[in-house]
């Protein structure tokens, strides 16, 4: 059965950190684009942070960038993504998805997702 899961979670203050995980089971993630995506309620899913399969190179939503960093661990079979500097609006609740060839930002183009993680940033 494949299956990704997230965790990491939670409720954080402003500048904060959290680091989120996705497991997958059921298949290899070595040959998998990951993508992270949020939605914040009322909002559509936006694209936050994806890596490739092949190099391994990394992007990130022009919001994120230098506090948010991607990586993946193939012998854990899981990816992370560090969030620093956390800032309210980037309350949502927070995705994982894979696919062997998906576009980065485009929701539609990855065949399996996570159940999601609610991330909250609030004093």
């Known amino acids: 059965q494949v299956q990704l899961v997230e965790s990491g979670g939670g409720l954080v203050q402003p500048g904060g950190s959290l680091r989120l995980s996705c497991a997958a089971s059921?298949?290899?993630?070595?040959?998998?684009?990951i993508g992270w995506f949020r939605q914040a309620p009322g909002k559509e899913r936006e694209g936050v942070s994806c890596?490739?399969?092949?190099?391994?190179?990394?992007y990130y939503t022009d919001s994120v960038k230098g506090r948010f960093t991607i990586s993946r661990d193939n012998a854990k079979n899981t990816v992370y993504l560090q969030m620093n500097s956390l800032k309210p609006e980037d309350t949502a609740v927070y995705y994982c998805?894979?696919?062997?060839?998906?576009?980065?930002?485009?929701?539609?183009?990855?065949?399996?997702w996570g159940q999601g993680t609610q991330v909250t940033v609030s004093s």
């Open positions: 998805a894979a696919d062997r060839e998906p576009t980065a930002w485009d929701p539609t183009t990855y065949g399996y």
């Open positions: 059921g298949f290899t993630l070595d040959y998998y684009a």
């Open positions: 890596i490739s399969s092949s190099d391994g190179s990394t």
